[in-house]
């Protein structure tokens, strides 16, 4: 009976190793520092780019989502990989054209940004097995189509931008519990 309940056991530990999956320990001060980085890189959404707001929007359910609870962050996590992958494979092809007919923004800055951008990631690596949001693929084409249009490309840039910075602070806020942070002040 002993022998019984024993190999029970061992077969239900076994059963919870399998079905549990990897928990991401993603850093609240980086997704902070991220947000603070995009902010500084220059000038506000300009008003000349508004006619190119119907082109780019961004997903409404995943910036407007009420605070998420221990067992929605799994789920928070994955929008912001998903965000922060498609986002990157933008800035870094075919790049930023920044000066004259690009954007006005620090280099020095975007380069930080893609550096945080990228820690980020990393620390999400565990979140790839998740599927891809429909959502997010038709938002992405829509700012590559808009980056593909010389006159528009400026705009494109900074639509997407914006989009991060709101998506990045609705995340900080709804879904600070998701996160582990360094330092002792929290938002």
């Known amino acids: 009976m002993l022998s019984a309940v024993l190999i029970l056991l061992q077969l239900w530990s076994l059963q919870v190793v399998v079905v549990s999956k990897p928990t991401c320990q993603v850093h609240g001060d980086l997704i902070q520092t991220a947000h603070n980085l995009l902010r500084?890189?220059?000038?506000?959404?300009?008003?000349?780019?508004?006619?190119?707001n119907a082109n780019i929007t961004f997903p409404r359910s995943l910036i407007s989502a009420t605070a998420a609870s221990q067992s929605q962050c799994p789920k928070a996590l994955n929008a912001l990989n998903e965000t922060l992958w498609g986002a990157q494979l933008k800035f870094q092809n075919p790049g930023v054209p920044l000066g004259e007919g690009g954007v006005?923004?620090?280099?020095?800055?975007?380069?930080?940004?893609?550096?945080v951008c990228h820690r980020l990631i990393r620390q999400m690596s565990c979140m790839r097995n998740f599927g891809g949001s429909d959502v997010l693929t038709a938002y992405f084409s829509n700012v590559e189509a808009v980056l593909q249009q010389p006159e528009s490309a400026a705009c494109g840039w900074m639509a997407l931008r914006r989009d991060l910075m709101r998506f990045l602070n609705s995340t900080l806020h709804k879904n600070r519990t998701c996160f582990i942070w360094r330092s002792s002040k929290r938002l």
């Open 104 to 115: 006005n923004w620090n280099p020095n800055g975007l380069e930080q940004f893609q550096g």
């Open 40 to 52: 500084g890189l220059g000038e506000e959404f300009p008003d000349h780019c508004l006619p190119y």
